[in-house]
């Protein structure tokens, strides 16, 4: 399944496409493509996650899409030197499917 979400600040665009029991990628406007670990997918909700590491620095982006309201939450977490994750950006998105 595909879904064009905008964000509700800027207005700008994302291509998510869920791969069932498999993997979510997320286009940019920019054409960059992120794979995305799925932890989480029902009738309801698609939910995954995929990790960006640079010396003792991860950064966690999460996303999850409600199904049935077509909403989106992309979130980045911070964990330096294996610590908590701690969240330190919320992007929301309005999503309409289209396929």
Same mark, same amino acid.
């Not at 879904?3 to 791969?19: G, S, V």
């Not at 029902?42 to 049935?68: A, H, P, Q, W």
């Not at 294996?82 to 992007?91: A, C, E, G, I, P």
């Given at each position: 399944?595909? &879904?064009?979400? =905008?964000?509700?600040?800027?207005?700008?665009?994302?291509?998510?496409?869920?791969?069932?029991?498999?993997? %979510?990628?997320?286009?940019?406007?920019?054409?960059? /493509?992120?794979?995305?670990?799925?932890?989480?997918?029902?009738?309801?909700?698609?939910?995954?996650? &995929?990790?960006?590491?640079?010396?003792?620095? /991860?950064?966690? &982006?999460?996303?999850?899409?409600?199904?049935? =309201?077509?909403?989106?939450?992309?979130?980045?977490?911070?964990?330096?030197?294996?610590?908590?994750?701690?969240?330190?950006?919320?992007?929301?998105?309005?999503?309409?499917? %289209?396929?």
């Amino acid at each position: 399944m595909e &879904f064009e979400c =905008t964000n509700a600040q800027d207005n700008t665009k994302h291509t998510i496409t869920w791969f069932k029991n498999y993997k %979510i990628v997320n286009t940019l406007n920019s054409g960059s /493509t992120f794979d995305y670990i799925i932890t989480e997918e029902n009738v309801s909700i698609i939910e995954g996650y &995929f990790d960006m590491k640079k010396e003792k620095i /991860t950064k966690r &982006f999460r996303l999850k899409l409600d199904l049935k =309201t077509l909403n989106m939450r992309d979130d980045m977490l911070i964990s330096k030197g294996n610590r908590k994750f701690k969240l330190v950006d919320r992007k929301l998105f309005s999503c309409i499917s %289209i396929n």
